[in-house]
């Protein structure tokens, strides 16, 4: 970050000041669901029913959907290789510099 003075510098720390604010709002919202979750899991686990209930609904959901489930795997699955891949390049790009280098 460059430095900054004036009026500059405040909307860098607005930029700031509201970044920090979504990291801390997807934190809290991180921790409340987790919180959340685990009540309503302990819950469950005591009626079996529900808990094939919950199963039978969510390959309902996985079934219906499972297109797009599996093109939006996918799509994840080869922009990893293509970071990877990228990531490869630059390696090779630092190797031979320092070989040059030296």
């Known amino acids: 970050m460059a430095h900054v003075h004036g009026k500059d510098m405040m909307k860098e720390m607005s930029k700031t000041k509201n970044s920090m604010g ?4 997807k934190g809290s919202m991180a921790s409340v669901t987790v919180h959340t979750g685990a009540k309503l899991m302990s819950k469950l686990a005591k009626y079996p029913v529900l808990v094939f209930g919950a199963g039978v609904v969510a390959g309902v959901y996985v079934y219906k959907y499972r297109k ?8 994840a699955l080869d922009s990893g290789k293509d970071f990877v891949l990228q990531q490869k390049e630059n390696l090779e790009d630092i190797v031979a510099e320092t070989k040059e280098e030296s």
């Open 68 to 75: 797009q489930i599996i093109a939006s795997a996918n799509k």
């Open 22 to 25: 979504k990291e801390i709002m």
